[in-house]
């Protein structure tokens, strides 16, 4: 009996957003398993009338896609990753919580809920600023004094400026499984360049494991600064694109079965 596997997933639509959906639906072909595509970001019932498959890849981090994902797994679905580390990882500050608590290296980090407080520490000195619930970089800025106005809405995460320059190093994870990139920080922008690192540091590697199991993430994204002490964790991400991991297909459907055996 052939198995499906539903990709939770926004955007479907737009060209290029999903670029791994047509390698993954290859091999899990082989695999004899369907992969179909939900987007729940638009209009659906509720509870939601989702397709029906054995295992649900929770890769979206609209809020509508997150409740219906909720919805999914209170109601006994298994996903991947799972749903409350899925939730969590789209809180920023309970990110760093869990990334600090597990002695990971990351800047010293606030959460601020107003604007004068935010305006007190911009008067101290240039802080990187960050909404509480954000992704791909929006919303996220260096501001120094007076430019409080340019964060948007809060709540926002401060953190103090590390490294020198607005180059990152980008982690793509699969289980203990991880490619490395360089890219240049580009707030708002999915597709930005990402090249291959020729003498990828080991340090990124381990850095980027140890960061997933602090978060519960299976399949997760970590982006790091260079500084002359070390690598320093400032984001994590659950379910990324993998643009530019041409691997990525082969990690996930090897994770997916694995979620998928009866035993898990």
């Known amino acids: 009996m052939r198995r499906r596997v539903c990709v939770v997933a926004e955007a479907t639509t737009s060209p290029g957003r999903n670029p791994l959906l047509d390698p993954l639906a290859s091999r899990l072909a082989n695999e004899l398993i369907d992969l179909v595509v939900w987007d729940p970001t638009t209009c659906i019932e509720v509870p939601p009338a989702a397709p029906d498959a054995d295992l649900y890849l929770l890769k979206a981090d609209h809020p509508a896609a997150l409740s219906a994902a909720g919805c999914l797994a209170d109601a006994g679905a298994r996903c991947l990753n799972g749903f409350p580390a899925t939730e969590a990882a789209h809180d920023k500050a309970r990110v760093l919580a869990r990334l600090a608590a597990a002695g990971l290296p990351v800047p010293v980090t606030r959460l601020v809920g107003e604007r004068p407080e935010l305006d007190t520490l911009l008067e101290v000195g240039p802080r990187f600023i960050k909404p509480l619930r954000g992704a791909h ?7 120094g004094a007076g430019e409080a106005a340019l964060a948007g809405p ?10 020198t320059s607005n180059e990152v190093v980008k982690a793509y994870g699969v289980g203990d499984r ?9 707030p708002g922008v999915i597709d930005v ?4 690192m020729d003498d990828p540091d080991l340090r990124f590697t381990g850095l980027a494991v140890a960061a997933a199991r602090a978060t519960g993430l299976e399949c997760f994204g970590a982006d790091f600064v260079e500084t002359q002490e070390g690598p320093v964790l400032v984001d994590v991400n659950a379910f990324p694109g993998y643009r530019s991991v041409p691997e990525a297909a082969a990690w996930l459907v090897a994770a997916i079965l694995l979620t998928m055996e009866p035993s898990r």
Not at 137 to 143: K, P, T, Y
Not at 154 to 163: A, N, T
Not at 178 to 186: N, P, T, W
Request: net charge positive; glycine share 14%; aromatic share 6%.
């Open 178 to 186: 991880v490619a490395l990139r360089r890219a240049r920080f580009s």
């Open 137 to 143: 970089g929006i919303g996220a800025s260096r501001l």
């Open 193 to 196: 360049r990402r090249d291959a």
């Open 154 to 163: 809060g709540p926002w995460l401060v953190q103090e400026v590390v490294g």
